[in-house]
């Protein structure tokens, strides 16, 4: 007998007095844990998600509709950027003053070649604040994973307050599980051994949230 062999050996003898699954999966999961910790306003919601997105050491900006152009086109400008990777139905009013040449997520368009764009800006799908992350679904305004992980700056929008809950639970009830979910919580980070953090190796070096009066 090969180790193969006993494993599942174990795993059957293990599972001998479980009754035989039919494969139907109707019956609901319990959930009775927390759905957020404390009660708090919308205000109050919105201040944590600030709080918790600075401290992961992304940079918060808060705006309205008006200045919303030109708040992404001083952000450009700061960092540099002569080109910005857009999804495809990243509303046209955002960038609308932005000088940096726009460049649309297409299939042929490599990852070499989107390495040489600095920035890339999105929207999102929902943002928690308990947790400080923003989840993006590969909606037409967030484009495919892919865009917001190559490019070194990420600016991120996030509607306030329709896009902001409180807590994960919260956050899963507004997600569909099918779609590729990307969850981020501050710029890319790792650490070695030593600790010591570099930023930048997996994902953005710098994400700037725009949280964007509705």
């Not at 494969?23 to 708090?40: F, I």
Request: contains cysteine; glycine residues 6%.
């Amino acid at each position: 007998m090969n180790s193969r062999d006993r494993i599942l050996g174990r795993v059957r003898r293990a599972l001998a007095d479980v009754p035989p699954h039919d494969g139907s999966y109707e019956e609901a999961v319990p959930r009775n844990y927390l759905r957020e910790h404390g009660k708090r306003t919308l205000q109050e919601t919105v201040d944590l998600l600030a709080e918790n997105l600075a401290d992961y050491r992304a940079i918060v900006h808060r705006t309205d509709t008006a200045d919303l152009p030109h708040l992404i086109t001083r952000l450009l400008a700061a960092h540099g950027s002569t080109e910005m990777l857009v999804p495809p139905e990243l509303p046209a009013s955002w960038t609308a003053a932005a000088d940096p040449v726009r460049i649309h997520d297409r299939a042929e368009l490599t990852p070499q070649r989107m390495d040489r764009v600095a920035s890339v800006v999105t929207g999102c799908a929902v943002a928690i604040a308990e947790t400080g992350t923003l989840v993006l679904d590969g909606s037409p305004d967030q484009g495919r994973r892919r865009i917001s992980l190559i490019p070194d700056h990420h600016i991120c929008v996030v509607r306030v307050p329709s896009q902001v809950v409180a807590s994960v639970p919260q956050a899963l009830e507004r997600l569909d599980p099918t779609r590729p979910l990307t969850w981020i919580s501050g710029p890319s980070a790792t650490s070695d051994i030593e600790l010591n953090r570099v930023e930048g190796v997996h994902g953005p070096r710098t994400l700037e949230v725009i949280l964007l009066d509705d």
